[in-house]
């Protein structure tokens, strides 16, 4: 699928994340589900090396996003 922001056109993409449900569960307008997190990581379009800004190239560390299943807190 092509799209256009801003007069640049790119192409997005459908990443499908594989998941494991954890122990811990959540309620969400009071319906209760378990949570779940990434098994692996999938880097984003936007975490490229180079990226540009009103004309100006620069280059940027790509990071990974990813929260483990021990770092999530029940509210």
Known sequence: ???????QVY??????VQTVATEQTASFKGQKYQVRVPV???ESQA??????YR??????EPKVNFVSADKLQVC
């Open 11 to 16: 192409s997005a993409s459908n990443n499908r």
């Open 40 to 42: 692996q990581t999938i």
């Open 1 to 7: 699928m092509q799209l256009r922001f801003m007069g």
């Open 55 to 60: 004309g100006v190239t620069y280059t940027v």
């Open 47 to 52: 975490n490229t090396e180079v990226r540009k």
